[in-house]
């Protein structure tokens, strides 16, 4: 499969790169030379790898590496960035009112990934309307019902009907107006046969639907480039879903797509749930890509970013001993303030990405500002010992803080809590779970893991 193939020749360039002696222009044209091999495997075109090589061989020799990283984590880290760019190729669908046409060959997930942008955009808050132009297969509406009742919108559709383009200028009719998201399901064929093609051109002619989107599995390889060309010269492709990336297809056909539509990946499908749709993101799509074998590398490059190496380390002691000051909350929680860095290093960490949406970042931020005010108000040994802080002592940092009493008892409770939680947190992993929510979100524990991993 090109695309498991195309993940593969990636890893083995970064490999290559990772087990050099030393980084010289000859290895950088070697590296390169794979680069391109393994990208025109993959049917991307010419004149992107062309792009992505020469953009790699100019920052190799052109950017001195960043004060103490090493010459090999400088180039992985601009393959990395080269191949994300090539993948980045617009921002998501807009989350405004629009019509969306979803085309695609037999069983590639259209169906379900319209059902799964019906919940995705209800959840916003926008009233949606389905519209069943499947007129090829005869359980296809049924299918779409059944999605459309699950996530209680409504479904538009004509069983009995073969003229395609007539039930989606009546959907359209009857949704205009009252429904701010209209998603149009069509039919697929085996291959793209000239009928189909005809069929989805009227479609589009009478829907003028403002994103034609691609559906498109990720388990397509080499015909992933010819298949969106077509879908695109019949329609003009705006946006790509990639389904079944929870399967083993790692997505390199999808760069052969977005090559020849230039349209840009907006959603990747991630299992057969209404629920599992996840907005693209380019750093994701690469690393998962490049495998979790390179993930410390990867991590090892962003943690950079996250400056004190020792403050973490301590940290890290805190919770597993259990002896545990609001310093090292403190610490703790400015290492939370990171957000940029964290979420970050999060979006690069395949399976994190679903625990990434549950994390109201906004809210703990807000929070922890608070803290830290109250805390800057404390003296040393408050923050060593805070079971000495008694009533006259939080009327004191209160005032000092320009807080109440009650903030400060609140962060007294949260100290409290997260201190009892301590001791149990090294050995079980539901505790750790919890305490991670609880202190915003951000698994420091885990993130110590890997920042120690080669
Ligand atoms: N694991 C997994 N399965 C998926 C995903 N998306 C779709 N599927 C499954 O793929 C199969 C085909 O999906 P459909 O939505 O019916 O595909 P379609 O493109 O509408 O197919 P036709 O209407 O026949 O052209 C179904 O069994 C889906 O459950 C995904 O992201 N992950
Ligand atoms: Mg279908």
């Not at 797509?257 to 750093?283: C, M, P, Q, W, Y």
Request: charged share 25%; proline share 2%; net charge neutral.
């Amino acid at each position: 499969m090109v695309m498991e193939g195309l993940g593969k020749s990636l890893r083995n360039v970064l490999g290559r790169l990772g087990s050099a002696s030393n980084v010289d222009d000859e290895l950088i044209k070697d590296l390169c030379k794979d680069l391109q091999r393994a990208l025109l495997e993959a049917d991307v075109n010419v004149r992107l790898v062309l792009d992505v090589t020469n953009k790699v061989k100019e920052r190799a020799s052109n950017e001195p590496p960043p004060a103490g990283k090493g010459m090999k984590d400088h180039v992985t880290q601009i393959i990395y960035q080269e191949l994300v760019a090539l993948v980045n190729n617009g921002d998501g669908i807009a989350l405004k009112p629009q019509t969306i046409m979803m085309v695609g060959l037999y069983g590639q997930g259209k169906t379900t990934t319209t059902g799964k942008l019906a919940l995705y955009y209800s959840k916003k808050g926008f009233s949606v309307g389905l519209i069943g132009a499947d007129v090829y297969r005869p359980a296809a509406l049924d299918q779409l019902r059944q999605l459309g009742e699950k996530v209680g919108v409504e479904v538009y559709g004509e069983a009995g009907e073969s003229d395609a383009a007539g039930i989606v200028a009546r959907g359209l009719e009857k949704f205009r107006g009252n429904k701010k998201i209209i998603i149009i399901d069509t039919s697929g064929r085996h291959a793209l046969e000239d009928d189909l093609i005809d069929e989805i051109k009227r479609i589009a002619d009478v829907a003028k639907p403002d994103e034609r989107v691609l559906v498109l599995d990720s388990q397509v390889g080499q015909q992933a480039g010819p298949q969106a060309e077509a879908f695109h010269n019949a329609v003009g492709v705006t946006g790509v879903i990639l389904t079944k990336m929870d399967g083993t297809a790692k997505g390199g056909g999808a760069i052969s797509a977005i090559s020849k539509t230039d349209a840009r990946i907006v959603f990747i499908g991630t299992g057969e749930h209404i629920r599992d749709l996840e907005a693209f993101d380019a750093n994701r799509f690469i690393s998962r890509l490049l495998g979790m074998g390179d993930l410390s590398a990867l991590v090892q490059m962003v943690s950079e970013e996250i400056d004190d190496q020792k403050g973490m380390e301590e940290l890290s002691r805190a919770m597993m001993t259990g002896r545990f000051n609001l310093n090292d909350m403190y610490y703790q929680m400015q290492a939370v303030g990171k957000m940029g860095t964290l979420q970050k290093i999060m979006s690069m960490i395949p399976g994190m990405s679903s625990m990434e949406d549950k994390i109201d970042y906004e809210a703990s931020q807000r929070k922890l500002q608070v803290f830290r005010v109250i805390m800057d108000s404390m003296t040393n040994a408050e923050k060593e010992d805070p079971s000495i802080i008694k009533a006259k002592r939080i009327e004191r940092i209160a005032a000092g803080a320009g807080v109440t009493p009650h903030d400060v008892r609140e962060l007294l409770k949260q100290y409290n809590q997260s201190k009892k939680m301590m001791g149990s947190i090294g050995k079980n992993r539901a505790m750790r779970k919890q305490f991670m929510k609880q202190m915003g979100g951000v698994d420091l524990d885990s993130l110590k893991d890997l920042q120690g991993s080669p």
